[in-house]
């Protein structure tokens, strides 16, 4: 079996804000027809966030998200 690559996995690139990656993942049925799609926030490959339904509150979100400083941390140092 073939690895998956990114497209496969994260979705379709949409925009970026700020360090943050927004991309658009469709659901397909059977027949291979887009029946449903969500939008995922990504930092470095990693996805934050997803599930989300409406672009405008992807946006919001991922801008929020910058002012806050939130981002994926490999190792939690603790």
Known sequence: M???NKKETLGNYVCK?????IYQKFILDKNKK???SSYRLVHAKHIISEKINTFPK???????MVIDNIKYEKHSKS
């Not at 804000?17 to 990656?21: K, M, T």
């Not at 992807?58 to 929020?64: G, M």
Request: hydrophobic letters at 45%.
């Open 2 to 4: 073939a690895r998956k």
């Open 34 to 36: 887009a029946t449903e």
């Open 58 to 64: 992807a946006k919001a979100l991922a801008k929020q």
């Open 17 to 21: 804000i700020g360090y943050i990656n």
